[in-house]
């Protein structure tokens, strides 16, 4: 069974609409596509580093569209982990697994990896929306696509823009 | 540099000493050495899983002797990550980060790993106290000295019963 990695934030749960939702609350206003495109998460969000310190942040972070329904297909046919970097933010540590909980129940605690860097996991595939991660794997690598990263491309990592595109290439061959 | 994957329970955090401190507490007597050589902590200790689900079992385990000085120096020259099993234990999340911060303060939060199991972790030598750990890792694998494997051996994995031993290990070469 091929071991699959998957990322949490910006992959599974919509981060990008919890920026934008607080920044909306800061600013009055929602911010445009064309201001958050290619550029990082905390910058594109003037007070972004405070929002991801925030109680609830990661807790009330919307599902990416498609996410329970293909994972829970995936989770049949590859030995799932759920890696996610969190120990910097610690109050999101607990936040992340009961998220997990409620909204992946299939997803056992066996499978859940709270870390900093990702540069030590060991797998077959990953799925990922940060470069960083991704360069460091040795494995199969998909870029999921988010705001951050949609201007931006690498030869080594095939992009991905939806569960329905990862369904198609990972569970129909 | 080489990578060197370091377990927290049982090889830095005296949880045996939690264990055996909580039980005096339930039974009135400390148990002997006879008692828990050779058996898991949780059949050891007739209440132990509920132990490790008690606020501060983990936040309040002693160091065990000399890990801080080797792991300081060991820091230096490899690439260290913590890794331990905590996602099971979720009050463990929080104490396991503030127990590191107070008595390993080299230690930073990318060099952190909570999971369930380990056998997505990938580097050159590993060091922890349960055999489960060490069999699926690829590298060098020390096993620490702990009460409930004293009575085991592997040919696979060198038994290391100090710090000190670690040290002249990992340090003088």
Redesign the interface.
Known sequence: ME?L?VDMDGVLADVYEQFISFDMLDHGRRKKPSEIVGIPEHEAFENGKSYVRTPGFFRNAPVIHGSQRVLEKLNKKYEI?I?SS???F?QS??EK?EWLEEHFPFI??????????KI????DIMIDDHFKNLDSF?GKTYLFTQPHNQKFNSKDHERVSSWGEIESRLLTT
């Open positions: 071991r990695i982990f890696v969190a120990i910097e610690r540590l607990l697994i056992t605690w066996e499978q859940i990896v709270l870390c900093g860097s030590m996991i060991k797998g040795e």
